[in-house]
């Protein structure tokens, strides 16, 4: 069967829809992994200064 102009667009458009979403979510996960790197090395300074443990967000995931 062909499809029409119509239902073409449609797809079109939903796909669209669709990779501009991800997109938006791709880019929202680097801005939060950027965001708490820093906070674990912010918080790793402090802990080195205080003499506290280090225990970054990750839970225990020691990688610095």
Do not use: A, S
């Not at 939903?14 to 929202?28: A, D, E, F, H, N």
């Not at 965001?35 to 003499?51: A, F, Q, V």
């Amino acid at each position: 069967m062909t499809e029409n102009v119509l239902t073409v667009t449609f797809h079109g458009i939903t796909t669209g829809g669709v990779v501009l979403i991800l997109g938006i979510m791709l880019k929202q996960h680097k801005i939060w992994t950027r965001m708490k790197d820093r906070l674990n090395i912010l918080w790793r300074k402090h802990c080195k200064d205080t003499g506290d443990y280090f225990e970054p967000l990750e839970n225990g995931n020691n990688r610095f």
